[in-house]
């Protein structure tokens, strides 16, 4: 069965750090974008970073520039977000979420759920001020 697992989630204070990964079970992430997703209470899912096939592209939200890395660890069929700096309107669950590679709206469409073949449960982070 093909499906990806998020872990790493928790609770911290404001200014913390936690680190999410992200594995493949029945797929080779090195061979996918791989994207990370939140969604906060009575919010709609929103599209956080994403990083390419090949690791030669990263995307982030705005939001979240500067404070969070995404990261491939292909040994390990893993993707990894550090996310620095939290801040209280960092709570959400964040889903990981994989589709092809290769096409050719990577850039332009990287934040649309829509183009995202398999997603993992999620993992609940809540930063505290």
């Known amino acids: 069965q093909v499906q990806v697992v998020e872990s790493g989630g928790g609770l911290v204070q404001a200014g913390g750090s936690l680190r999410l990964s992200c594995t493949g079970s029945?797929?080779?992430?090195?061979?996918?974008?791989v994207g990370w997703f939140r969604q906060a209470p009575g919010k709609e899912r929103e599209p956080v970073s994403c990083?390419?096939?090949?690791?030669?592209?990263?995307y982030y939200a705005a939001s979240v520039t500067g404070r969070f890395t995404i990261s491939q660890d292909v040994d390990k069929n893993t993707m990894s977000l550090r996310m620095d700096n939290l801040k209280p309107e960092d709570t959400a669950v964040y889903y990981c979420?994989?589709?092809?590679?290769?096409?050719?709206?990577?850039?332009?469409?990287?934040?649309?759920?829509?183009?995202?073949?398999?997603w993992g449960q999620g993992t609940q982070v809540t930063v505290s001020s």
């Open positions: 979420a994989a589709r092809r590679s290769g096409i050719s709206y990577e850039g332009r469409r990287w934040g649309d759920l829509t183009t995202y073949d398999y």
């Open positions: 029945g797929l080779y992430l090195g061979a996918w974008n």
């Open positions: 990083i390419n096939d090949r690791a030669s592209a990263t």
